[in-house]
């Protein structure tokens, strides 16, 4: 199995910042790449920004400039720099694994979401 550990939400105020992290461990022979989703009440989920394993980058229009993705791959450890928070960047924030572990082939891994609010 490969399980997701999310860490570094909570309450802040706008303008503040915060720090996410999301550790990947089990049986995982490799990750093809690690991001971070969010999904604010009434909207579907979306993308926030996302990583390979090689260190390309993408990020949703609505954070660049803002939000800065990184991994520890000997770690399997995606981060989500988040500066200059919003009353808009509330949601629950999902770490998303790629990977191909013993168990299947390039699948899927979600944590179990970590909230974040912003206050005004």
């Known amino acids: 199995q490969v399980q997701l550990v999310e860490s570094g939400g909570g309450l802040v105020q706008a303008g503040g910042s915060l720090r996410l992290s999301c550790a990947a461990s089990g049986s995982i022979f490799s990750i093809n790449a690690m991001g971070w989703y969010r999904q604010a009440p009434g909207k579907q989920r979306e993308l926030v920004a996302t990583?390979?394993?090689?260190?390309?980058?993408n990020y949703a229009d609505s954070v660049k400039g803002r939000f800065t993705i990184d991994r520890d791959n000997a770690k399997n450890t995606v981060y989500l720099q988040m500066n200059s928070l919003k009353p808009e960047d509330t949601a629950v924030y999902y770490c998303?694994?790629?990977?191909?572990?013993?168990?299947?082939?390039?699948?899927?891994?979600w944590g179990q979401g970590t909230q974040v609010t912003v206050s005004s």
């Open positions: 990583i390979t394993s090689g260190g390309s980058t």
């Open positions: 998303n694994t790629r990977a191909y572990s013993g168990f299947r082939g390039l699948y899927d891994y």
